[in-house]
Structure formats: C-alpha cells, structure tokens
C-alpha cells in the first residue's frame, strides 16, 4: 500500500499507483478532498496535456501547487487519467 503525507497527515493512500517519469500517480478517488482546494495554477507537458493542481492544507500548514492532475490526458497518456501526483512536500512512501 502506497501513502502520500503532508504535515503528519495521511491525504491519500492505495495499492493502484503508476508511476511516470519517476511519479506515482495515485487514484484521484484516494485522495482526500478535505485537505484540498483547486488553484488557478496550470503547466503544459507536451505529451501528457495540461495538468491541473490543488493546494494542500493540514492543520493550518500549506503546500500551494503541490499536487498535480491531467484532467485531459492527451493521447498516448491514457496512464494518468483520473490520477494525481504530488511534489516533494508530501511524503510518498511505497
């Protein structure tokens, strides 16, 4: 079972993770939609598409951007649909 933690807090955690590029990709259903909030903030992989972000909160420490989804993939990316990666301000332990 693989976890992602942000300040002490478990926010999401499965036994489904791909991992891309060296990126475990978790369900986006095993994320915590508590601790999240969608931003405005948006970045373009030229094989993946656009990718979308949520900031994290946990006990009133923050984490902007610090996880990332395509809701498009483009094609060939089919792997990432309905995922979500993390950048290292959440621990991921597999």
């Given at each position: 079972?693989?976890?992602?933690?942000?300040?002490?807090?478990?926010?999401?955690?499965?036994?489904?993770?791909?991992?891309?590029?060296?990126?475990p990709?978790?369900?986006?259903?095993?994320?915590?939609?508590?601790?999240?909030?969608?931003?405005?903030?948006?970045?373009?992989?030229?094989?993946?598409?656009?990718?979308?972000?949520?900031?994290?909160?946990?006990?009133?420490?923050?984490?902007?951007?610090?996880?990332?989804?395509?809701?498009?993939?483009?094609?060939?990316?089919e792997?990432v649909a309905?995922?979500?990666?993390?950048?290292?301000?959440?621990?991921?332990?597999?």
């Amino acid at each position: 079972m693989a976890t992602a933690t942000f300040n002490g807090r478990v926010i999401a955690e499965s036994d489904d993770i791909v991992v891309v590029e060296g990126n475990p990709y978790f369900p986006l259903d095993s994320l915590d939609k508590g601790v999240v909030t969608t931003t405005e903030h948006t970045t373009h992989c030229p094989w993946k598409g656009d990718a979308a972000y949520y900031t994290i909160e946990v006990d009133g420490e923050v984490a902007e951007n610090a996880a990332w989804y395509y809701p498009i993939p483009k094609d060939g990316a089919e792997m990432v649909a309905d995922r979500v990666a993390f950048y290292p301000a959440v621990t991921v332990a597999q």
